[in-house]
């Protein structure tokens, strides 16, 4: 099974960037659904952004023109660009693995990173 290790999070001030890295082994990512979720404190976890088999990608609204997500199969590592940060994106950010049955569906046994914290201030 996919283990898989963010990384790439710190503390930015309103309106800095940051990219987090997602690096996967043990399995190629390619074989998975991806997707990259948030926590805040007292808030439950949140789906922020995903890519289907083609590249194609959604967002969470709030995220929508700010964050794109990106996958590298040959480096086997999924990104998260984040720009325009605000105090809104503080969060621990995961990235989630679901083994892939078409392009576009996937099986609902989920595979998480121990996580990466974002601190934006304001």
């Known amino acids: 099974q996919v283990q898989l290790v963010e990384s790439g999070g710190g503390s930015v001030q309103a309106g800095g960037s940051l990219r987090l890295s997602c690096a996967a082994s043990?399995?190629?990512?390619?074989?998975?659904?991806m997707g990259w979720f948030r926590q805040a404190p007292g808030k439950e976890r949140e789906g922020v952004a995903s890519?289907?088999?083609?590249?194609?990608?959604t967002y969470e609204n709030s995220v929508k023109g700010r964050f794109t997500i990106s996958q590298d199969n040959d480096k086997n590592t999924l990104y998260l660009q984040m720009n325009n940060l605000t105090s809104e994106d503080t969060a621990m950010y995961y990235c989630?693995?679901?083994?892939?049955?078409?392009?576009?569906?996937?099986?609902?046994?989920?595979?998480w990173g121990q996580g990466t914290q974002v601190t934006v201030s304001s």
């Open positions: 043990r399995s190629s990512l390619s074989r998975y659904c």
């Open positions: 989630r693995a679901r083994p892939r049955i078409t392009m576009y569906s996937c099986r609902l046994t989920d595979y």
């Open positions: 890519i289907a088999g083609d590249g194609t990608a």
